[in-house]
């Protein structure tokens, strides 16, 4: 079958077969190995990727149902911010299907990793 699909803002064109699995789709074709296999239950979250906007365990959903969908890896997340690098760099003392998360709800204006947060306005006392 024919699919299109973005992943972390690069466009794919792709013949997949019908029963290909989005985590090895994007591993294997996408060449989007930072997404990793953890086990073969569904239970670990550790191929959790964005699919327009939510999360969704790639292990657990076909290539196909990707078509015309935004994928949003781990790596798609890495330069934005501190937490998936330090995610990265310990892949199983932090699990990539939380850090994924956190990443997508970390606010783009608050402070990233390394950088000072900005300082409390003082507060006047009468
Ligand atoms: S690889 Fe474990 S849930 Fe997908």
Known sequence: MRMSVKIDGVRYDDDVEPRLLLVH????QA????????????????CTV?????????CSVLAVQADGAAVTTIQGLADDSGVIVAATVLPFALPLGI???????????QPRYGESAPTRPTVSRR
């Open 25 to 28: 789709y994007l591993r294997e």
């Open 31 to 46: 060449g989007r190995t930072g997404t990793p296999i953890g086990c073969d239950t569904s239970n670990c979250g550790a």
């Open 50 to 58: 964005l699919l327009n906007g939510r999360s969704v365990k790639s």
């Open 99 to 109: 850090a994924i998360l956190a990443a997508a709800a970390y606010p783009p204006d």
